[in-house]
């Protein structure tokens, strides 16, 4: 790892002949500098089947979300409270940025199966320029491994939608996958659909939602759903929401949203502590070989958000539980 004022986790990777190079962010330019850091261990998504499905080498990503790009905040691959702060290096082991990483990285280099998957932004290659960590010819590599939107400042220019960076490390021997996501304190998790910038009205940025009327996350959450009713289609979808503040709540022109992208809208109050078992309506479709439902309130932010894997929506009749 580099002892620079911008360090970074630098990892040699190889498909086929060609080597590159992933330069992965430990320390943040802006304050605070310590990154929010999240592994998830035997991670389940229902992206995995278009990331696996990738051929080796640099392949470029569509930002539409059709596609296997990333996105922490519409794709739901996690909730964001799970990030934590760490340090970028602290002596001692298994107590720093750096320390997590190698644990996971030299466990996939033990395993002569195992495949990495990195995304962020690339560059390469170069021709007539070695590479300045690894010195293999042609130059190749890939950074930005690491949420890229909700930018503050000189960074705003870099925010966009489904682009979002991150490791995941699939170990075929026993078909399981980790995936690292990293994200800087200073971005925030409400972004415009279209741009990735900061939501102005929602200033505070940070892994653990904050305080006050202005912010949405999981005032109510989504808790359980019916993707795969019993009967032939057009089939009576459902989705459980719990309100877990101590007001009712107003659920007009709140929305669900699918994995297309797709929203229902809401109506009705919601008592303090009460759940509620609403009907999904057309366009939204809960499918039946994974997906996405997205919660957001009525100024389109997002509330709460889970994801689920086509094993899980494959018996018919059984509610998903979140």
């Known amino acids: 790892m580099e002892t620079t004022d911008t360090p970074h986790y630098q990892i040699r990777l190889r498909a086929g002949a060609v080597e590159y190079r992933a330069a992965v962010n430990v320390r943040s330019q802006e304050r605070p500098p310590e990154l929010l850091y999240l592994a998830v261990d035997n991670f389940q998504h229902p992206i995995l089947e278009r ?81 300045k960590v690894f010195g293999f010819l042609p130059g190749n590599g890939v950074h930005d491994v690491h949420m890229n939107q909700g930018n503050s400042g000189r960074f705003a ?40 910038h900061t939501v102005p009205e929602i200033p505070a940025p940070g892994p653990a939602p904050a305080p006050g009327p202005d912010e949405p996350d999981h005032l109510v959450r989504v808790v359980a759903a019916l993707v795969n009713p019993v009967g032939p289609a057009p089939e009576h979808e459902t989705v459980t929401l719990l309100n877990t503040s101590p007001g009712e709540i107003d659920l007009s022109g709140w929305q669900i949203v699918d994995r297309a992208g797709n929203r229902s809208a809401l109506a009705g109050r919601l008592g303090a502590g009460e759940t509620a078992r609403v009907a999904v309506a057309p366009p939204v479709q809960l499918g039946n070989r994974g997906g996405t439902i997205t919660l957001l309130d009525a100024r389109g932010l997002k509330v709460d958000g889970v994801a689920y894997t086509s094993d899980q929506s494959t018996r018919e009749g059984w509610t998903i539980k979140f």
């Not at 990331?51 to 909730?79: C, H, K, M, P």
């Not at 682009?163 to 304190?185: C, E, K, N, R, Y």
Request: hydrophobic residues 40%; without cysteine; glycine residues 10%.
């Open 51 to 131: 990331v696996a499905a990738l051929a080796d080498g640099f392949t470029e990503l569509s930002s539409d979300g059709s596609g296997a790009a990333l996105d922490y905040i519409r794709g739901n691959l996690f909730q964001r409270e799970m990030m934590r702060p760490v340090p970028t290096a602290e002596p001692g082991p298994e107590n720093d940025l750096g320390d997590f990483l190698d644990h996971y990285v030299q466990k996939a280099l033990g395993d002569a199966d195992a495949r990495a998957y990195v995304f962020g932004q690339a560059w390469g290659p170069e021709p007539t320029t070695k590479d």
């Open 157 to 196: 220019d870099d925010d966009g939608v489904f682009q979002d960076g991150a490791l995941l490390l699939h170990f075929p021997g026993s078909d399981s996958w980790v995936a690292i996501f990293l994200a800087f304190q200073s971005q925030s998790f409400h972004t415009d659909d279209v741009t990735g």
